[in-house]
């Protein structure tokens, strides 16, 4: 009974934090409708820098509370920053370009972090004046714990009042229903915003400062908080303060006692609880309807540019392709063959994108999905390589098929949310499960039989499957099921009213994206000869979010070509530094600010102006 | 004379890539009630939009109290002066009445009457009634009195007041009217959109007649209500 109730007061702590992070995304939420990827890194940097202030001035309460409100204050001032410098400018943006251009500050951010200070976990010391526990029911409870539970409850009374008895509070209520009518009654919204931002992100610092008596400080606090962060905003609602508080609570109590029941899939009950959450009460448990996301369909002013010429340079360049291995070394063909794997990666994830509407932050998971199932079928069962290759395409598929179902339910930023739930589910399992999966320590040695063992025999055959798998995609872009599709993304009331059945063309697409999704995973597995649980988690499906957004969302052959450009950046120039990920982090910025049509888009914008 | 409170002049506007103004000119003297007519899809919500900076639009004259407005965001043009009471209200309906009374406050403005809420809740005694109920809990009526009484709060010299008439029972547009004829006794000058043309007539001292965004005939109301082919050419429907 006593350990019961401790396990639920610990739970009531973890609940705190997650509250203090989540509430202030979404606040931002409420306010900018743009979720904001890189809130998880103002609770990491707000930690780091709680840390270096507690260890200097930390030694007397005075000295531990300053420094936490410290920590806070300047989060609050580079949230701000961000606002002026990035977000400001993806207000009138597809949420694609949102999310994009937030994570590329996540990637920059951990960069920049580990450069400050290093890459070694850190611990802080405790709180003085709580360092002791107290005896609850004769078990011991940290006293700092205590506080934390306290903090909870006091915040979001602060928060309350802050929204419900100042002018400043009026007016952000305001703008979050009528940004417009606000601005014509004379109030400057980018003043409101940056506000806002402010906020949102000292909170994110105030929660990653008060961790560090608590937990070691490191470099992957910021993702995990955010994911946790999304599913809390998600469930109680978008823009939502208390649902937030609610959330939390639920969420925190499902990670106390989930840890008791089932120790081994916790990641899995938060990310499940959020799916079925969002099955029954479609808008959060204290969301409105009104209060969901529009979704901007990715910037539809010129239709698909289609058709013939696509076909045309295609088969051109298809003889070129295949005689490639005539004059390319191995290290040429090792690339060549990852880029014709990672185009098949993209186009998949364009269906879905460029021609659905559906921008899915979870693609990896099919992906790897038809990695880890090639990897299994050899290392469990023995299969030969074409076996291990059809099974890929099919566990994708069949994933897809279940996710799929709950994901086309909603859209916009929800399915973007949902998919991203989903491939975390897929990571943890396969993260978790040690005894089949080997956890962080993959599969090794699934390596080609010896007749396709030879670099160019093995890039003949992917060249040859991933080449029929994009000629399939590109059949369906231009056959009546594209077409539906497209309906449905532009104009989902028009198209149901016309007999199209919008929420079935979306599954289908889900499941063919990610059969072939799961294709390219498989191949990609026989290629690299080994697979890891890297290959499911959000920065891959980042980085196929980034192929298809450097090609341009509206033209068939764009992700072809942000395939190219993309490995060939990762492979010539990323791989030389080790600030890969403030590179990849300002590419992304950088194409989300100036390129949002991508390359091809570019090009053919240039093309057409003379 | 002295120069007119606010000039337009070759006034064009985008909605996207679709033109809907071009070449819109207009003048609202001090004190004076300037109603802008057109059937429906004309532009009159356009032109006051625009006005305001809530549309793309350019224009070679875009003058208000002697302050150029073409480059300013609609939240410097309502600080100037101009207040914009839209169409379809818009409410912020999770505010109470008194709240979305305080998000159109600003501070009071030489030559242009001043308003407390307890000066609008005279004005409009039904406001008071609620003062602390949501904006989801209205009727239209009590709503279009709201709006206009939010936007007095930024305590404007001129109004843009869109289709006020619009959707509201008669004896609530009889109390619009004599809303509008108060207002401009207090001295504020307004530019109204209006279809109904009993309603134009009962207010305003001169008209603007548009069709498909282009400016067609102007003269004093009088003259409007006596001219049958003007009307039958541009309004009657």
Request: net charge neutral; aromatic share 10%.
């Amino acid at each position: 009974m006593s350990f019961l109730l401790v396990q639920a007061l610990s739970g009531l702590a973890t609940a705190a934090t997650l509250f203090l992070v989540s509430s202030g995304l979404t606040i931002v939420f409420g306010v900018t409708r743009i979720v904001n990827f890189a809130h998880g890194s103002f609770y990491m940097v707000g930690a780091y820098a709680g840390w270096s202030l507690i260890e200097r001035f930390g030694g007397t309460p005075a000295g531990f509370w300053g420094s936490v409100a410290a920590a806070a204050l300047a989060m609050g001032v580079l949230g701000a920053a961000m606002e002026i410098g990035l977000l400001r400018r993806l207000y009138r943006s597809p949420e694609l370009f949102q999310l994009l251009g937030t994570f590329g500050v996540v990637l920059v951010v951990q960069d920049l972090t580990a450069w400050a200070w290093g890459p070694e976990d850190l611990l802080g010391r405790r709180a003085p004046g709580l360092k002791g526990s107290i005896d609850i029911l004769d078990q011991p409870f940290p006293l700092y714990d205590l506080v934390l539970i306290g903090l909870g409850p006091l915040v979001l009374g602060l928060l309350w009042l802050l929204f419900n008895r100042t002018r400043w509070g009026t007016l952000v209520r305001a703008a979050t229903q009528d940004r417009e009518m606000t601005s014509a009654l004379g109030v400057d919204p980018a003043r409101l915003f940056t506000g806002v931002l402010f906020l949102g992100c000292a909170l994110a610092g105030l929660g990653g400062a008060l961790q560090v008596p608590r937990e070691s400080v490191t470099l992957q606090m910021d993702m995990a908080i955010v994911v946790e962060a999304f599913v809390v905003v998600v469930v109680g609602g978008m823009g939502s303060l208390t649902g937030a508080f609610l959330a939390s609570l639920l969420i925190g109590q499902l990670q106390a006692f989930g840890i008791l029941v089932f120790p081994q899939i916790t990641l899995v009950l938060v990310f499940l609880f959020m799916a079925v959450v969002l099955v029954l009460r479609p808008h959060g448990l204290l969301g409105r309807p009104d209060e969901a996301p529009p979704t901007a369909p990715a910037t539809v002013t010129v239709p698909l540019l289609a058709g013939r010429h696509a076909g045309t340079w295609a088969l051109a360049l298809l003889p070129v392709l295949a005689a490639a291995p005539l004059v390319a070394g191995d290290y040429a063909l090792i690339l060549l063959t990852e880029v014709v794997i990672l185009a098949l990666f993209a186009a998949s994830l364009h269906l879905l994108i460029g021609l659905g509407g559906l921008v899915s932050f979870g693609h990896a998971a099919w992906f790897g999905l038809g990695a880890y199932g090639s990897a299994l079928l050899v290392r469990h069962l023995d299969a030969p390589m074409p076996l291990a290759l059809a099974g890929a395409p099919v566990l994708a598929g069949l994933g897809a098929l279940v996710a799929g179902w709950f994901c086309v339910r909603r859209s916009g930023l929800y399915f973007a949310m949902l998919t991203l739930a989903f491939a975390q589910i897929v990571w943890s399992i396969v993260f978790q499960w040690y005894a089949v999966t080997g956890g962080d320590n993959g599969i090794l040695g699934v390596w080609p039989p010896g007749w396709a063992a030879g670099k160019a025999t093995y890039y003949w055959l992917t060249l040859a499957l991933c080449g029929g798998a994009l000629w399939l995609l590109y059949r369906a872009a231009f056959a009546p099921f594209g077409y539906a599709l497209r309906a449905g993304r532009d104009s989902g009331l028009r198209a149901e009213s016309v007999g199209i059945d919008v929420r079935r063309f979306q599954w289908m697409a889900f499941v063919l994206a990610g059969a072939a999704a799961g294709l390219a995973g498989g191949l990609y597995a026989f290629a690299k000869g080994s697979v890891f649980p890297t290959l499911l988690a959000v920065p891959q499906s980042v980085d196929a979010l980034v192929m298809v957004l450097m090609g341009g969302i509206q033209t068939i052959t764009g992700p072809l070509a942000g395939a190219v450009v993309f490995h060939l950046l990762e492979s010539e120039v990323m791989s030389l530094t080790d600030w890969w990920r403030l590179v990849l982090g300002l590419i992304i910025v950088a194409l989300v600010l100036v390129f949002p049509k991508g390359i091809v888009g570019f090009l053919s914008g240039i093309r057409s102006r003379t | 004379m002295s120069e007119a409170l606010l000039t337009v002049d070759g006034l064009q506007a985008w909605y996207g890539r679709a033109h809907i103004l071009d070449g819109i000119a207009l003048t609202v003297g001090h004190g004076e009630v300037v109603a802008l007519m057109g059937r429906n899809g004309a532009g009159k919500t356009t032109t006051l939009k625009a006005i305001m900076g809530l549309v793309e639009r350019r224009a070679t004259t875009l003058r208000f109290d002697r302050r150029e407005l073409s480059a300013l965001p609609a939240h410097r043009i309502a600080r100037l002066g101009v207040g914009y009471v839209p169409e379809d209200r818009r409410i912020f309906a999770d505010l109470t009445v008194e709240e979305n009374l305080e998000v159109g406050r600003q501070p009071p403005r030489p030559g242009a009457p001043s308003w407390t809420p307890e000066k609008l809740f005279a004005l409009f005694p039904n406001l008071a009634e609620m003062r602390g109920r949501r904006g989801t809990r209205m009727s239209g009526g009590e709503q279009q009195m709201l709006t206009l009484a939010r936007t007095l709060m930024g305590n404007p010299s001129l109004l843009l007041l869109d289709e006020p008439s619009e959707g509201l029972a008669p004896l609530i547009v009889r109390q619009m009217a004599d809303a509008v004829r108060r207002l401009k006794a207090e001295g504020l000058s307004v530019l109204l959109s209006e279809q109904s043309l009993s309603f134009a007539s009962a207010v305003a001292d001169r008209a603007c007649v548009i069709e498909t965004g282009r400016l067609r005939w102007t003269g004093t109301m009088t003259e409007l209500m006596t001219d049958n082919g003007v009307r039958a050419a541009y309004l009657a429907v």
